[in-house]
């Protein structure tokens, strides 16, 4: 199937600090969804964009689809220590396919 | 609440053994999906299913099935456990045209083959 390279695999933070994170396809995709699963629990849904070029932000996260339709970043500001959980970036190329999913960020927040 | 539910939390299953994994969501979903999820590997695709009655193997289908009778009901089943099968496995239910941002996933099932 189609992969999806996420980066960094983890990051090591201080509360306060800012962090980023991306995802890189070999190929295009349509929409880019970013998750995030706290210990213990299923992935929820962050933020989803629909259009290249596009930027959301929610709350203290903001994420953009690339120009190109084959990557994304997500950064998230004034990091707290409940931010503490594994990030992934999906990629879906209709609406109603299969979502690929990135190997996933993995952020710990020291307070 | 709505919601994705999973049978168990956490199971020890031993080698050679037929496990099931329930999953049952009570949102009206026509989709539904199992992922396993490994450090470093993300989540991968074992199986889904848009109707019920109907399956689809996803990336990694290999030594396992699944059974969808009911439109609320999604089960994966290891015919003949190994310990390469011990894994977090989520299942995951969405919307049939509304896509991953329709997408709600369950707790997740800790597997320990032995």
């Known amino acids: 199937g189609q992969q999806l390279n996420q980066s960094p695999q983890s990051m090591f933070i201080q509360e306060g600090e800012d962090v980023s994170m991306n995802c890189t396809s070999s190929?295009?995709?349509?929409?880019w969804l970013w998750y995030k699963q706290d210990p213990g629990e299923g992935p929820v849904l962050l933020i989803a964009l629909y259009k290249a070029g596009e930027l959301t932000s929610n709350g203290r996260l903001t994420a953009q689809f690339g120009i190109t339709r084959k990557d994304s970043f997500l950064n998230i500001s004034a990091s707290i220590p409940s931010d503490v959980g594994i990030y992934f970036c999906?990629?879906?190329?209709?609406?109603?396919?299969?979502?690929?999913f990135g190997e996933g960020t993995q952020l710990t927040v020291n307070p | 609440d709505v919601k994705v539910t999973q049978s168990s939390r956490y199971l020890v299953k031993r080698t050679g053994e037929k496990v099931f994994l329930e999953c049952v969501q009570d949102m009206d979903h026509e989709n539904m999906f199992w992922y396993r999820q490994d450090p470093g590997l993300g989540l991968r695709l074992i199986y889904f299913?848009?109707?019920?009655?109907?399956?689809e193997k996803g990336d990694i289908p290999e030594g396992y099935s699944v059974s969808r009778e009911k439109k609320e009901r999604f089960s994966l089943i290891l015919e003949s456990a190994s310990t390469n099968q011990t894994s977090m496995y989520l299942c995951a239910s969405s919307p049939q045209h509304r896509g991953g941002y329709g997408y709600t996933f369950g707790s997740g099932t800790r597997l320990t083959v032995v």
């Open positions: 190929s295009i995709f349509n929409t």
């Open positions: 999906a990629g879906q190329l209709a609406s109603g396919s299969r979502l690929t």
């Open positions: 299913s848009y109707d019920v009655k109907m399956k």
